[in-house]
């Protein structure tokens, strides 16, 4: 198997594939594997952000065999010392897709979830601390019951509309017994887990679906009725890498998986390039994904409509990467990063009438390594967030 990357693709054999001139630019544009087979680039600048409920802005990653909480009282133009998430050091995952996340209970509880690898390649714990008053913080817990040592990894974090804490992730539980059975299984599984009680404590794992892609980052926004959406990269037959989505109830069970988008990328790799998903106020669903439709490998912005997908069009130039997305009221923000030949871009567009029309932005850029970009939102105002080995963790308002 051959690794991917976001770019210019060939097809081949009947398989669809291979991104070229790509060398010069790898640390920059992130890792693309095969079924996460490849070790992620160093430095490890996985970071997540979110704004708090008194509107300081808190950063989660990693420092070592540490998880590092920040915050900044200006926007990300300074921070404070770090507190130190695990007492206790251990292995921490901190690339792109699969880094340190972040939330705020609806007491006001600083919840910090990542994955720890385990000795055997490839496989991981799904964790999770939880801090009062986000200086000191409690042992680190595994969210899962199951404790063997496979893959349990790509973990996402967030806080329903009623305040319940979910944690959803990558997990093989469902592949290894079908493996020792013998039998066929496409990729592997999400799973996910509820607190009720602000992260004190996690119910015992739900399977939101079988056939999820291997190695994608999973995407949570809350539906207008509080209730989480989830959503990924699936494996549809016969070897389709295309989204699905489900949404969580408040018991944990997960209710009907449906096709989310319709690009038919037909690859026995993952891409290692989640979606991202927002929910506006009047329900309409907006997501970004990088995919491969009709030859060529892009970053796709579209409104997911219950079967179809409505206003899908390519975002950025062929060389666009890990877009994320975010919505307040009627402005739809989406930003990602783009390496020019000689530097790497952190763009955007903004759409003031709900995603009818966007205008381009241009935010900051970097000669050297960078994290995926996220964005913000803190009440009504949105922000891109994104962390570059020269010149740090930064905030941009967008306006």
Request: aromatic letters at 8%; glycine letters at 12%; a neutral charge.
């Amino acid at each position: 198997m051959k690794e991917i990357r976001p770019g210019r693709f060939l097809r081949f054999a009947g398989v669809a594939l291979l991104a070229l001139g790509f060398a010069a630019n790898a640390a920059a544009q992130g890792h693309v594997h095969p079924h996460g087979s490849a070790k992620p680039a160093k430095p490890e600048l996985g970071t997540s952000a979110a704004f708090a409920p008194d509107g300081s802005l808190y950063a989660v990653s990693k420092g070592g065999q540490h998880v590092l909480l920040y915050r900044s009282t200006d926007e990300g133009a300074t921070w404070s010392e770090p507190a130190t998430v695990n007492a206790a050091p251990e292995a921490i995952s901190a690339d792109g897709d699969n880094r340190p996340k972040l939330a705020f209970a609806r007491d006001g509880g600083v919840l910090v979830s990542w994955t720890r690898p385990l000795a055997k390649p490839y496989t991981g714990e799904i964790r999770f601390a939880r801090s009062d008053d986000g200086r000191q913080f409690g042992e680190p817990t595994t969210v899962h019951r199951d404790r063997r040592e496979i893959t349990h990894r790509f973990e996402t974090l967030a806080v329903t509309g009623s305040g319940q804490v979910l944690v959803a992730w990558i997990d093989k539980r469902d592949l290894e017994t079908a493996q020792a059975d013998e039998r066929e299984y496409r990729g592997a599984a999400v799973y996910a887990a509820l607190s009720d009680d602000g992260g004190r404590t996690f119910r015992p794992e739900v399977k939101v679906a079988d056939h999820s892609c291997e190695c994608c980052r999973i995407a949570i926004a809350n539906d207008t009725d509080g209730l989480p959406l989830v959503l990924w990269r699936h494996v549809f037959e016969p070897n389709e890498r295309d989204h699905a989505l489900a949404k969580i109830g408040p018991d944990g069970a997960a209710g009907e998986v449906t096709r989310a988008t319709f690009d038919r990328w037909r690859i026995d790799a993952c891409p290692h390039h989640g979606p991202s998903l927002a929910v506006a106020p009047e329900g309409t669903r907006h997501a970004v994904w990088f995919n491969e439709k009709d030859g060529e490998a892009r970053v796709f912005y579209g409104r997911l409509a219950g079967g179809r997908v409505e206003g899908q069009r390519a975002i950025g130039g062929d060389r666009a990467a890990h877009a994320d997305i975010g919505a307040s009221g009627s402005r739809i923000a989406i930003v990602w990063k783009e390496f020019d030949g000689e530097r790497t871009r952190l763009r955007g567009e903004l759409s003031d009438d709900g995603g009818r029309h966007f205008r381009a932005i241009e935010l900051a850029s970097t000669a050297g390594a960078s994290d995926q970009p996220r964005v913000l939102r803190r009440g009504d105002e949105l922000f891109a967030f994104w962390r570059t080995g020269m010149e740090g963790m930064k905030g941009y308002e967008l306006k």
